[in-house]
C-alpha cells in the first residue's frame, strides 16, 4: 500500500544543535513532496515543497529539504535549531497524476530545551 | 488567521446527539477537504471536494456526512458517534485538485475542532 514514513516519533534536542528528520514515501510515480509544522495550539503552516528542478528546496525559518529520488526520501534539516522550532512536523506526498490530496506521515514531535 | 475558519473551536458530544462542524474559505480556493487528526495516527482524509462537487469520500462512516454548498463553505454533520471519533476535525481547501497540470501548491488548513464524544 502507499504510505509516508516518518523515521521518528519524538525527537528532543538542545538549542543550536542541528535537526534532521526522515520521510519516507512508497508512491513509484511522480510525486509532490511537502513539510508541514504545526506549533502548540496552532494551525498546520506549510514549511516547504517540492514539485520538480533543484533537489534541495529551501523554505521558511531556515528549514531545508532535500528530495532524493532513488531512495524515496525527503529529509528535512535545520543547522541550528531554536527554542521556537519545538513543534510537530509533518511530512505529506501527493501524486501528480491522482487527486490533489495529501497523503501524511505520523509526524514527528520535536522538543528543543533551552 | 489562515484564511480557513472552523467553528466551534472545541466540541463535546454526546453519543445520540447531533451536531455540525463548520470551514469557511475566503481564498477563493477551488477545493476543500476534511481530515481527522488523531493522536499518533497519520492525518485521515475523510472526504474532498471540488467546485462544490464530492470527489472522493475515503472510506468514511456514514454518522459523519459532508456537505458543500458552494465553494467557500464546507460542513461536516455529525450523528450517533462514538467515543473513539474524538479527535481534532482538520479543514483544508487547496486552489485546485492540482490537475492537469500536475502540480499541487498545497493545503491552507484551518486550526480545528476538537471533538470529545462522551
Known amino acids: 500500500a502507499q504510505s509516508v514514513s516518518q523515521h521518528n516519533h519524538h525527537v528532543i534536542l538542545s538549542e543550536a544543535a542541528s535537526l534532521e528528520l526522515g520521510c519516507n514515501y512508497s508512491y513509484g510515480g511522480t510525486v509532490n513532496l511537502f513539510w508541514y509544522v504545526q506549533y502548540p495550539g496552532q494551525h498546520l503552516q506549510l514549511l516547504l515543497k517540492?514539485?520538480?528542478?533543484?533537489?534541495l528546496v529551501k523554505g521558511i525559518k531556515g528549514f531545508e529539504a532535500e528530495f532524493i529520488k532513488s531512495k524515496f526520501s525527503f529529509n528535512l534539516r535545520k543547522p541550528s535549531v531554536q527554542w521556537s522550532d519545538t513543534a510537530e512536523y509533518f511530512c505529506?506526498?501527493?501524486?501528480?497524476?491522482?487527486?490533489?490530496?495529501?497523503?501524511f506521515g505520523a509526524g514527528t514531535q520535536v522538543v528543543v530545551t533551552p | 488567521e489562515t484564511g480557513v475558519t472552523q467553528t466551534p473551536r472545541h466540541l463535546v458530544m454526546g453519543m445520540t446527539n447531533k451536531k455540525s462542524l463548520k470551514c469557511e474559505q475566503h481564498l477563493g480556493h477551488n477545493a476543500m477537504y476534511w481530515y481527522k487528526q488523531s493522536a499518533k495516527k497519520p492525518l485521515e482524509l475523510m472526504f474532498v471536494?471540488?467546485?462544490?462537487?464530492?470527489?472522493e469520500n475515503n472510506s468514511v462512516p456514514s454518522r459523519f456526512s459532508p456537505e458543500c454548498p458552494n465553494s467557500s463553505h464546507l460542513f461536516l454533520h455529525l450523528h450517533t458517534l462514538q467515543p473513539e471519533d474524538s479527535a481534532l476535525y482538520l479543514c483544508a481547501s487547496s486552489q485546485d485538485l492540482g490537475r492537469p497540470q500536475g502540480r499541487h501548491y498545497g493545503y491552507t488548513f484551518g486550526s480545528g475542532t476538537r471533538l470529545t464524544v462522551v
Open positions: 517540492y514539485f520538480s528542478g533543484d533537489p
Open positions: 505529506a506526498v501527493t501524486l501528480t497524476d491522482s487527486w490533489g490530496k495529501l497523503q
Open positions: 471536494y471540488s467546485l462544490e462537487e464530492r470527489v
